[in-house]
């Protein structure tokens, strides 16, 4: 068996496309654009990468984009008082701080500072608390791209064994959560699981994201199982993802890196943006997403 190939790129193509018709209908309602601010603390080179294709993205879906540059030595004050900025900021429906923050500031701190209704990444307690309770929020990127994906080609998950490799709760968590929600059976792995190969051969859905390059190997994982692939590890041989290319030879279907889940991150950043601008607005959402 050779696995299908998930195609996140063009998946998140369409959604994108979604995504600027909805903007233009929610500019023309609002009197006003959509707007998504990132902040970057710092010059750490993979998250200005990040930063620079979300400005490119929102642009280019029809919304505004409002990027602050801030250095190392920010304090901890400054980078809260900028968030209290961007809330009371009507022109801003989303605020996304860009992590890993230098080391001396709390992250927990300036997440919880941002009012949950611009919390497009889905990271304040409100959101993930929302989520948990199985009640409409914002939820965090990744996983949501990521389980678009398992839905675009499995439709119906219920009852279907899903192992969640990993626990964070930018990606794990929430991916166990939306799986759970749509009534999979879900185990969440992490690093003092035991027999992880074991629990991997049980799995009709392997989701990855460990950030170990090519960990999940072709004989853990169940002939036809479908793999989502988060992982983006930097190698000598460019970038890879958790699980070892020769697991296509053995899935059903699978994300590559890059390609996968990649590109649908940014198409949800766009798409929470949008979203929680119309929710601020009170108009309806007419594009479905
Ligand atoms: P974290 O480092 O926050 O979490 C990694 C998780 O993997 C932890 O729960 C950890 O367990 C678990 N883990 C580590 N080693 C093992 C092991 N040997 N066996 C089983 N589990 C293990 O990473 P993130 O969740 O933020 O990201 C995961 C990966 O996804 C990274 O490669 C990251 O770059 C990528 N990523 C990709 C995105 C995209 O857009 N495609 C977006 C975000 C992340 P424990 O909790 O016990 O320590």
């Known amino acids: 068996m050779t696995a299908r190939i998930i195609d996140g790129k063009a998946f998140a193509a369409g959604l994108r496309a979604r995504v600027a018709e909805g903007a233009a209908a929610f500019a023309a309602a609002a009197g006003r654009k959509a707007g998504l601010a990132v902040v970057l603390v710092g010059d750490d080179a993979a998250s200005a990468v990040y930063v620079r294709s979300k400005h490119k993205a929102t642009l280019a879906a029809g919304m505004k984009s409002f990027e602050h540059r801030l250095p190392a030595a920010t304090v901890q004050d400054a980078l ?3 968030v209290r900025q961007l809330n009371a900021d009507d022109a801003v429906d989303g605020i996304l701080v860009q992590l890993p923050l230098p080391k001396h500031i709390d992250e927990q701190a300036v997440v919880e500072a941002i009012d949950p209704a611009k919390d497009v990444d ?9 989520l948990a309770l199985g009640l409409d929020g914002l939820v965090p990127c990744t996983p949501l791209g990521s389980m678009m994906l398992v839905e675009d080609v499995l439709g119906d998950i219920s009852g279907k064994d899903a192992v969640v490799i990993g626990r964070s709760i930018l990606v794990g968590k929430p991916m166990a959560q939306l799986l759970l929600a749509k009534n999979a059976t879900v185990t969440i792995a992490h690093s003092r699981t035991k027999d992880l190969p074991a629990l991997v051969a049980r799995a009709d859905i392997v989701v990855a994201a460990v950030g170990r390059a090519g960990m999940v190997k072709p004989d853990w994982v169940k002939p036809g199982a479908v793999v989502i692939d988060v992982g983006i590890n930097r190698t000598d041989a460019g970038l890879v993802g958790d699980v070892d290319p020769a697991v296509f030879a053995v899935a059903g279907a699978m994300t590559p890196v890059p390609g996968g889940v990649g590109p649908m991150t940014i198409a949800c950043l ?4 949008l979203v929680a601008a119309h929710r601020r607005v009170g108009v309806p959402m007419t594009t479905p997403l």
């Open 80 to 82: 809260i008082a900028l």
């Open 122 to 130: 889905g990271l304040t307690p409100i959101s993930t608390g929302r």
């Open 270 to 273: 766009l798409r929470n943006t």
